[in-house]
T-cell receptor, first 113, second 110 residues
């Protein structure tokens, strides 16, 4: 499946680093999402974008900063992260933001040292 | 927000046996979706149920939406090692938000 791609697939960073995660969808969808998935925890919705406008922000710390320059691309900028931020970060897209079927990317496995 | 409860959290199954995982909501749902995440993979959409009492089958997987549209089940018959993974239900509420359950993680004993 190549409908939603994410880079990098793996990332190790120190707490003082700044890095960015990239997501691209090739499905012509209008909504994009960032999720955090930690070990033994459910999917946590972080941000929702619809037509490049942020429509949901679920109390995510400011050290995570999303950016959606167009409906096909979504970024998650990371700075001064904590070890507990280590997780799988999943990007997803859907036709619209209203609960339609979501298509997930392969995720970025992040380790914060 | 919408709370969706999935039970059991873990399911250890002998190969060849059947099992069922359940998804429950306290509110009426617009639809319910099921996803599967293989170990090391990402969630992949399986199916969507919309109508009250709807039943859909995919080979050995049977999905059902409750009459009151507040619960759903996934039943797998003759479990195989390829069924290993975490199964998530995702409920679409009437305010058009999709909420994922915590998932049922399935392991299979050969």
């Amino acid at each position: 499946e190549t409908g939603v791609t994410q880079t990098p697939r793996h990332l190790v960073m120190g707490m003082t680093n700044k890095k960015s995660l990239k997501c691209e969808q090739h499905l012509g969808h209008n909504a994009m999402y960032w999720y955090k998935q930690s070990a033994k925890k459910p999917l946590e919705l972080m941000f929702v974008y619809s037509l490049e406008e942020r429509v949901e922000n679920n109390s995510v710390p400011s050290r995570f900063s999303p950016e959606c320059p167009n409906s096909s691309h979504l970024f998650l900028h990371l700075h001064t992260l904590q070890p507990e931020d280590s997780a799988l970060y999943l990007c997803a897209s859907s036709q619209g933001p209203g609960g339609e079927t979501q298509y997930f990317g392969p995720g970025t496995r992040l380790l914060v040292l | 927000g919408q709370q969706v409860m999935q039970i059991p959290q873990y399911q250890h199954v002998q190969e060849g046996e059947d099992f069922t995982t359940y998804c429950n909501s306290s509110t009426t749902l617009s639809n319910i979706q099921w996803y599967k995440q293989r170990p090391g993979g990402h969630p992949v959409f399986l199916i969507q149920l919309v109508k009250s009492g709807e039943v859909k089958k995919q080979k050995r997987l049977t999905f059902q939406f409750g009459e009151a549209k507040k619960n759903s089940s996934l039943h797998i018959t003759a479990t195989q090692t390829t069924d290993v993974g975490t199964y998530f239900c995702a409920a679409r509420s009437n305010d058009y938000k999709l909420s994922f359950g915590a998932g049922t993680t399935v392991t299979v004993r050969a």
